[in-house]
């Protein structure tokens, strides 16, 4: 039919002649097969496509299609790009097929990728303050000029022994192991992240039960699929996620989702369970007591791999060490958690309740749950929520199954990397304060408070893609402390775009999008393991038409560079006679004495992938050209039940099983399980087995928590007087097209969400005599913000949300960045530690050398909000707890959209108070911490015990 029209349109001369001869020659974009929108990869060094822009005319360009791997949210989805061999610009970004994780398809933030390389405010060249810190005036630096001072001062910490005030602080990381090797080859216990403000409670929930931290779900062969989140919109991985959950539901499986929030996802689910915030662990234990009372239990499962002798030896010391003891044990455990109870904490139905608890049982093995930040980040005791969640995959036995819950590191790839530098000889308190011995990450978001304390401080601080004054609570916290010299010696953002903390640095050194940099990336986005490889497109395209590039900013626009290797010429500079033993890690493994290239660190990984090199050679390339050709590949395809390997025998020489546990025991720690006579290596816990019983949680003075139990939040309906107008406000949604601070810059993403009002049910609204668009002044504990609603039948009643996407922010002195995004606002102090944030104009047109930039319709940039908590640090994951106690009133006379107010003394007295919840160091033998779970840059060994060790 469209041919049809197109021929009568050119016929009345409606149109060109879209058939001249010229154009016979092109065929159309297509192949057989099932992605017959890809082109085919022998084509990607010539193919043709015709430019849109010239339509109606047909007019072909000749592209180079280089892969890469888009950086706009953990997943790291495969992109192609499409880059115009005359212009040698990239024209676009679209999906990689032959990537294993998201197999073709994008969000909608992956091609906007192209807007990030295009924005034309961004840092062309590295950038010195040039007044005062904040003041907003800033100069154009050389890379040299900047290498030499950090160098100068990072050698000058080393040699004074200053070991832990040299410090990296990444906001989204990557780059598996790269920046760890590089911090320990200078010794320093210098890692920060972002985690305990994202993932960490959920994280402790799961390490507490078998030592991974993160659920690995098998979505597309799940019977039945369980998400505290928003898996099909946003959550990590969750583009790779949500094809394979829609797979599983295509193939009959069944959806209920928790959420007080009707989500995209809630709305597709066969189930909607909008339970009150925090109260999620309520009715997840309801579901255990529900499938224990059914017997749709797994026995066989539960038997051989839950520590449940120990449990009952402890616990029970009266009863016979028997599985039916123990499943009369914790029948009585779990006899409070009716559904009636459940409902009255979570508003659920009861009867809703028992409904998904039978499904549930009854898709025994093949149970899919996903928790991510959700309750496990918004509550205190949220960790709890991922603990009990894991229970219902622990009772229906789909632990590592087909079509359950894997482990995370099952399906997640680590590289051999070339040289590795032994771990430093440092503990750093103001990451891992002994406060906090449990704390899954480092408290990163105390930092500021720390300083203010003066625990220590800073002489290098490099924040790397990390804007804490935006989306940290308590930014104005941060702002005091970055613009004090005593604090901090020199900041370094190392950014490819300005942002409210690249404002109070140093230096804003520009660094490449997910197409400007090398980086590798592998996550557990399904039963199988991947890696991919993110390359600087331009220069693997100047590199394939024989044009040699030294530095990838050779190729990038203005000066952007590249992390990898800045890190290599600042590790060459700190230590250039190698006196200090730096310079030995960074000594190429092909040619002896030599500096290492960018090139040959990735050669060695490739070359040291299981599978990879075979791969390669059938295609007659080398590893490394396999990952440019491709961007990625398959290192195992999906497999489960990893627990069951079976030990080896020589690793079984001195080993003895434990009659009651079948416990492996060697050297005085268990090494595996021995299941029906098999001796299997089992999991990483001091029982080789799934804890239901944590000693650890005993042993570190939390025995009220020893097994899966529910903590009432601190949002909890008990706290809140609604007849007062307070409400528990969710903070933590994601917005599906925005990436926090970073998608600022991409104006195709901005133009789609722009504003960020206070989610409120209708019942709510009337009771206040609001309707949409309302101005209210929501309170939080250290001030407020003024905000409109959106009244929606959508929310639970009785709670209010609002992401924390959007409020991007620049001053009238600070260069002008992200302006698809940011509003124009003033900062006074009005007096000391009261801060007032006023914007004076929002989100307006403007001249630039894009055109769309004078197109701009929407005016509204929302509000910040997350700058008015104050932190809330779980005293035993370490995770920030994001759900506030706010109270709402109408706006005041003297109110306007968007105002900001806070009292960072008062932020610094709920600091303390939280402080106070906390049971520290030392535990047992006099550790910092426990010796068997994760600690990120692990130190030796000596540094986990607080005084000399015992024995
Ligand atoms: S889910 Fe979207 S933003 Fe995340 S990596 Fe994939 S394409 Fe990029």
Redesign the pocket.
Known sequence: MSRLIETIAEKLHLIPNLRTEKFAELTRLTEPGDLTNYPPPDKWDAWVEYDAKSWPRRVPKNYMIVPTS?F??????GLLSYIDKETMQVRKFEGNPYHPG?RGR??A??PATINQINDTDRILYPMKRSGKRGDGHWQRVSWDEVLDDIAGRIREALKEDRRNEVVYHVGRPGHEGYIDRILQSWGVDGHNSHTNICSAGARFGYAIWHGFDRPSPDHANAKFILLISAHLESGHY??PHAQRIIEGMMNGAKLAVMDPRLSNTASMADYWLPTYPGSEAAVLLAIAKIILDENLHNEDFMKNWVNWQEYLEKEKPQVELTFANFIGAIKEEYKDYTPEFAEQESGVPARQIIDVAKLIGRAGTQFATHNWRSAGSGNLGGWAVARCLHFLNVLTGSVGTMGGTSPSGWNKFKPNVFDKPPAQKFWNELHFPNEYPLAHYEMSFLLPHFLKEARGKLAVYFTRVFNPVWTYPDGFSWIEVLIDENKIGVHAALTPTWNETAYFADYALPMGHASERHDIISYETHSGMWIAFRQPVLREAARRMGKPVTFTYETNPGEVWEEDEFWIELSWRIDPDGSLGIKQHFISPYRPDEKITIDEYYRYIFEHTAGLPEAAAKEGLTPLDYMRKYGAFEVEKPSYNKHLQEISNPEMQGASADSKTNSIVKNGKNIGVVVDGIPRVGFPTPSRKQEFYSQTVVDWKWPEYKIPTYIKSHVHSEKIDFDKGEFPLIPTFRLPTL?HSRSGNAKWLAEISNRNPLWMHTKDAGRFGLKTGALVRVNTDIGYFVDRVWVTEGMKPGVVACSHHLGRWRRHQDPAGNRWATNLVTIEQLESGKWKMRQTDGIRPYKSPDPDSTRIFWSDGGVHQNITFPVHPDPISGMHCWHQKVRIEKARSEDRYGDVFVDTNKSFEIYKKWLAMTRPAPGPNGLRRPLWLNRPLRPVEETFYLKAKKG
Do not use: H, T, V, Y
């Open positions: 888009c706009n949210c953990e997943a790291g989805c998201s994008n969000c933030k992956g969750f583009n990436i």
